[in-house]
């Protein structure tokens, strides 16, 4: 099979950017140590605190949440989930933010709490990611 480099580069890099995005965060933990030992390191109640958050474009039709015209995860943040941050928070994709343009200033305010690997998510929160039918 041939390999497509364009996405072999694109990995690359957001490998490049996960484990430099890593490294950051634990070098204050003890500057000796790689990011790979570090978290090796980690104590269960560390771990469960460990979030690393990305964004991407939308990926309307391929994703489950996706309704056809909107996505039925913001709808369900912005219902379900109280405000974590008063102040609309920095954020790089804004601008072309699926949930900013359907949900507005109420899914930012949410944003910070929803991340993709969360080892101690409350029952509330899987019942908010669960995608619904229809």
């Known amino acids: 099979m041939k390999r497509n480099k364009k996405n072999s580069d694109f990995q690359l890099d957001i490998s490049n950017l996960i484990d430099n995005a890593v490294s950051n965060a634990l070098v204050r933990r003890n500057p000796n140590q790689d990011s790979e030992d570090a978290l090796l390191?980690?104590?269960?109640?560390?771990?469960a605190n460990v979030a690393f958050r990305t964004a991407a474009p939308c990926a309307?039709?391929?994703?489950?949440h996706f309704d056809g015209k909107?996505?039925?995860?913001?709808?369900?943040v912005v219902e379900n989930l109280p405000k974590v941050v008063e102040d609309l928070p920095p954020c790089s994709i804004r601008r072309d933010?699926?949930?900013w343009q359907q949900e507005g200033k109420a899914a930012c305010m949410r944003c910070p709490q929803v991340i993709t690997d969360n080892y101690n998510p409350s029952e509330l929160l899987v019942k908010v990611a669960t995608p619904t039918v229809g």
């Not at 390191?41 to 771990?47: G, N, P």
């Open 70 to 76: 909107d996505c039925r995860l913001a709808m369900r």
């Open 97 to 99: 933010c699926q949930w």
């Open 60 to 64: 309307t039709k391929g994703c489950q």
């Open 41 to 47: 390191t980690l104590s269960d109640e560390e771990m």
